[in-house]
């Protein structure tokens, strides 16, 4: 099944990605080395794909979640024949090129998303597995599978030492993620050399706890790698991790060494490498014509598996044309037209906390916005997430649009990251002196510019009585030296619908949403203008 082209296909793989370190002076050539072989049999033998068509909403979802070897992602971005030029695989590194040093979120060009802090890959593909079920149970019709693909990983020691892809990891395995498979780069090295000296975690077991299906196989036996795939493929009620054991740096002078994690390997030790594996030392960038016809073939297949698609879609259309609809709307990532006449006005006179307030608003528009999809880690009736409408999501069921996340907020955030990526419009709840939990991942989306919410309650001088872990002090300075996230702490009930339809109505990055836990006077009439409002403030002493 697997012959002289395929090993001659992972090793131009990796020759490529070894010039491309080797050009910058810089980067990580010790997993591509290893990882090559699985991330060549993923490609050729199981992912669905279009590289003339990097967006096709049906195709399957590939994180590289250790950014860290993005080489090997450019490589096989630029083989598989994605509009990336081998120049820009030259350019690897270089000021202004598509090839930054870990991997950008960029789907034109076939990346999902910006990875390079370890651990987001990983939940962000929980998300992105999450939201392919939960569309899939928005759109499919008896013999119309709209929505059918699976989400890969590849993640490294790194990323399954990051507590966030515990947090994510429990969490679909309680979903029971079933198209959700992960290949881990089980090398035993990690930067400070080996992975004994800090971990020292039965990785298999760890994940047979949180209810996943798990596999080990040697990390360079293609037909094994082939054969665990499709094992994970027909698992569907667990998500899958198959533990490949590799080499780091497989052939080069630092094999199985921390040093080649993440130092070039020198000019000397790219050709004792190429000679290792009987490339001719002096090709530089070099593509054997016989490489390039095989990825042309799988991009063919993957071309052909697209057009089959489109004529089904056709079909779908024409039979469901509401869902139809709904379906070309949420491709174009537009929200339904005129949602924001139900925005609710708030009568003077009745004071309310915005938190209140929020609830109520989201229990107005909710139903008219089909890709919005709430949660709280754990706080829900604390946030006012949830609204009367709201089915929630539950293992093996997903035709709903609240999820409870537990007390997982960096997950959460991570997860919502993956959802936004799919296209859906998630908001999740916590207390803002929480914010600081899910950081790192408000940050990624403000980079990748993904429209989430984030709804943080109890802003308040009265939550004293707590104590002071539970009192927001500089919070809300420290998030809005974010950039590209907008902060919004709205005054009262109107602010707050004024503040939410802020918020949905952008779709180029993140908004948090500041809001009270005690009750405020309604200080803006809904209809008025500034100018009156100034007046009103004024009257009441309060501007
Ligand atoms: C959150 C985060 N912390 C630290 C780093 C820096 N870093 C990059 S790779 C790495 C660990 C390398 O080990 P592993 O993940 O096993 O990758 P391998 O060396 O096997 O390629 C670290 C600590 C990072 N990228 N992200
Ligand atoms: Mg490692």
Not at 112 to 124: C, D, I, S, V
Not at 215 to 242: C, F, N
Not at 337 to 356: H, I, M, N, Y
Not at 439 to 444: D, E, H, K, S, V
């Amino acid at each position: 099944m697997f012959n002289e082209t395929d090993v001659l296909a992972a090793t131009a793989l990796r020759m490529l990605a070894i010039d491309a370190v080797q050009a910058a002076n810089s980067g990580h050539p010790g997993l591509p080395l290893g990882a090559a072989d699985m991330a060549l049999v993923l490609w050729t033998r199981h992912m669905k794909y279009d590289p003339g068509q990097p967006e096709w909403p049906n195709r399957d979802r590939f994180v590289l979640s250790a950014g860290h070897g993005s080489a090997l992602l450019y490589s096989l971005l630029h083989l598989a024949g994605y509009p990336l030029p081998i120049d820009e695989v030259k350019n690897f590194r270089q000021w202004g090129s598509q090839t930054a040093g870990h991997p950008e979120y960029d789907p034109k060009i076939g990346i999902e998303t910006t990875t390079g802090p370890l651990g987001q890959g990983f939940a962000n593909a929980v998300g992105l597995a999450l939201a392919e079920r939960i569309l899939a149970e928005k759109f499919n019709q008896p013999d119309f599978p709209v929505v059918d693909h699976h989400t890969y990983v590849i993640a490294s020691d790194g990323d399954l030492m990051e507590g966030v892809s515990h947090e994510a990891a429990s969490f679909a395995g309680h979903l029971g993620l079933g198209r959700l498979i992960v290949l881990y780069d089980d090398n035993s090295i990690s930067i400070d050399g080996s992975t004994e000296l800090s971990y020292s975690d039965d990785v298999p077991a760890r994940f047979a706890a949180y209810g996943w299906h798990v596999q080990q196989v040697d990390g360079h036996d293609m037909a094994a790698i082939d054969q665990a795939l499709t094992a994970a493929k027909e698992e569907t009620g667990r998500p899958s991790i198959i533990a490949c054991k590799t080499h780091i740096g497989l052939g080069s002078p630092g094999q199985d060494t921390s040093k080649v994690h993440g130092s070039p390997l020198g000019e000397e030790g790219v050709k004792q490498t190429k000679r290792k594996f009987g490339w001719d030392e002096d090709a530089k960038f070099f593509i054997p014509d016989e490489v390039a016809a095989y990825f042309t073939q799988y991009k063919e297949m993957g071309a052909q598996k697209n057009t089959d698609w489109q004529s089904m879609l056709a079909s779908y259309m024409e039979a469901f044309p509401e869902l139809g609809e709904d379906w070309e709307r949420f491709v174009k990532g537009e929200l339904t037209p005129g949602w924001q006449s139900k925005l609710p006005e708030f009568e003077a006179d009745k004071p309310l906390a915005t938190r209140s307030a929020s609830g109520k608003v989201l229990a107005a528009i909710a139903p008219e916005l089909p890709t919005l999809v709430g949660g709280s880690a754990d706080l829900t009736p604390s946030n006012n997430t949830r609204t009367p409408d709201a089915k929630e999501i539950s293992p093996g069921n997903f035709a709903g649009s609240y999820i409870h996340y537990g007390v997982r907020e960096h997950g959460m955030s991570s997860i919502m990251n993956g959802l936004a990526l799919h296209g859906l419009r998630p908001f999740g709840g916590t207390f803002l002196i929480f914010s600081d939990y899910l950081r790192p991942t408000i940050r990624l989306a403000a980079m990748m510019g993904l429209p989430v919410v984030y709804v943080f309650t109890h802003d308040s001088i009265g939550l004293g009585e707590d104590g002071p872990t539970h009192q927001p002090v500089e919070h809300v300075t420290s998030l809005r030296a974010i950039p590209n996230l907008w902060v919004l702490r709205p005054a009262d009930g109107n602010e707050t619908a004024k503040a939410w339809k802020v918020a949905l109505e952008r779709s180029d990055g993140p908004t948090a949403l500041v809001l009270t836990r005690q009750a405020l006077p309604q200080i803006c009439p809904a209809t008025t203008g500034l100018e009156n409002r100034r007046a009103i403030r004024c009257q009441r002493g309060c501007w």
